[in-house]
């Protein structure tokens, strides 16, 4: 299968997945009125929940960005091409596999995490 096309098909899974996450943030936006949705589920729970939800969403919407600007599949770290298995597992990806796990690495450094 061609690039372009892989790229299509994930454009649509990430169009579904965006559509689903504005119904299920539009629980958190409920909640925040104080409705009690989801008996069982205390405030603190919800609202991570909705906050965890934001950021999918965030990044759900600037994978879809980066459709439109013709950026998609394009590490923002090193400029080349991610991986089309790397994108078909974590759609929203904007870093190839490299990139990614410098940062990661950077991350467990400035934790105080001695890195391998």
Same mark, same amino acid.
């Given at each position: 299968? $061609?690039? &372009?096309?892989?790229? $299509?098909?994930?454009? @649509?899974? *990430? ?8 119904? &299920? ?10 409705? #009690? *949705?989801?008996?069982?589920? #205390?405030?603190?729970?919800? /609202?991570?929940?909705? %906050? /965890?939800?934001?950021?999918? *969403?965030? %990044?759900?919407? #600037?994978?879809?960005? @980066? ?15 991610? %991986?089309? &298995? ?6 929203? /990806? %904007? ?5 990614? $796990?410098?940062?990661? @690495?950077?991350?467990? *450094?400035?934790?105080?995490?001695? &890195?391998?």
């Amino acid at each position: 299968m $061609k690039r &372009a096309d892989v790229i $299509k098909r994930i454009q @649509r899974i *990430l169009k579904a997945h965006h559509r689903d996450l504005v119904k &299920a943030l539009g629980v958190g936006i409920t909640f925040e009125f104080g409705v #009690d *949705l989801l008996p069982g589920v #205390d405030v603190d729970t919800m /609202a991570q929940i909705t %906050s /965890a939800e934001s950021l999918v *969403l965030q %990044s759900v919407e #600037d994978a879809l960005e @980066r459709m439109r600007r013709g950026r998609y599949g394009i590490c923002e770290g090193c400029g080349r091409e991610i %991986s089309l &298995a790397r994108l078909q597992a974590i759609p929203q /990806a %904007s870093l190839c596999i490299s990139c990614q $796990k410098e940062i990661e @690495r950077r991350e467990m *450094l400035g934790a105080g995490v001695e &890195a391998e």
